[in-house]
Nanobody
Framework: QVQLVESGGGSVQAGGSLRLSCAAS????????MAWFRQAPGNEREGVAG????????YYADSVKGRFTISQDNAKNTLYLQMNSLKPEDTAMYYC????????????????WGPGTQVTVSS
């Protein structure tokens, strides 16, 4: 079974950077669409970035384009999210997820989730 564990969250000031990591069970990234989601209190869970092994065009939400970069290292079984120029509105719990396709970023299409890592950005 797929097991996912996030790390790298923390508290930073606006304009700062963080890199999130998602450690996965072996061979996960060659078999599944991988994505980062986030959820702030009172809001719905939303897709942030997604990638399929070997894909040339990863998905990014409009709100993070140009600031966040998703990547994966199959040999290390690790997914990354580099977050630059952070804004207070980026504050949320961030989740790593795995699903069968990358055609939709609805949380309902992703069956495997990590426990989450908190990102807090202050002004």
């Amino acid at each position: 079974q797929v097991q996912l564990v996030e790390s790298g969250g923390g508290s930073v000031q606006a304009g700062g950077s963080l890199r999130l990591s998602c450690a996965a069970s072996a061979d996960t990234y060659s078999r599944y669409c991988m994505a980062w989601f986030r959820q702030a209190p009172g809001n719905e869970r939303e897709g942030v970035a997604g990638i399929y092994a070997g894909a040339d065009s990863p998905y990014y939400a409009d709100s993070v384009k140009g600031r966040f970069t998703i990547s994966q290292d199959n040999a290390k079984n690790t997914l990354y999210l580099q977050m630059n120029s952070l804004k207070p509105e980026d504050t949320a719990m961030y989740y790593c997820a795995a699903g069968p396709v990358c055609d939709s970023w609805s949380p309902a299409f992703f069956g495997y989730w990590g426990p989450g890592t908190q990102v807090t950005v202050s002004s």
